[in-house]
């Protein structure tokens, strides 16, 4: 699966942005998803996961603020960000994986770029 992250931008704290992550290939609905981030000198992080059966997962820091969803039919994905915070900052890439739901982890298997996400106050 190749993948293609948009929608980052310089957007003030509280305010609303939307991610897309368009792949290609035939078995796109088959894939679990997975938005990572890397704010400046830290380290990358998963912020949420969504399976092919629709099951989504978040970390305690974005929950209740960003939503991932997916269109199978245009094969992409979305991760709907609110309520930005300034340390939301980051670069976001999109990623195909498997998640294994008995011990709640993610492995990642293509990455897309990345896309800048800037929040200011």
């Known amino acids: 699966v190749q993948l293609q992250a948009s929608g980052g931008g310089l957007v003030q704290a509280g305010e609303s942005l939307r991610l897309s992550c368009a792949a290609s290939g035939r078995l796109f609905s088959l894939n679990d998803m997975g938005w990572y981030r890397q704010a400046p000198g830290e380290q990358r992080e998963l912020v949420a996961t969504l399976t092919s059966g629709g099951m989504t997962t978040y970390k305690d820091p974005v929950k209740g603020r960003f939503t991932l969803s997916r269109d199978d039919a245009k094969n992409i994905v979305y991760l709907q960000m609110n309520s930005l915070k300034l340390e939301d900052t980051a670069v976001y890439y999109c990623?195909?994986?498997?998640?294994?739901?008995?011990?709640?982890?993610?492995?990642?298997?293509?990455w897309g770029q990345g896309t800048q996400v800037t929040v200011s106050s």
């Open positions: 990623t195909a994986g498997t998640f294994y739901s008995g011990s709640n982890y993610y492995v990642p298997r293509s």
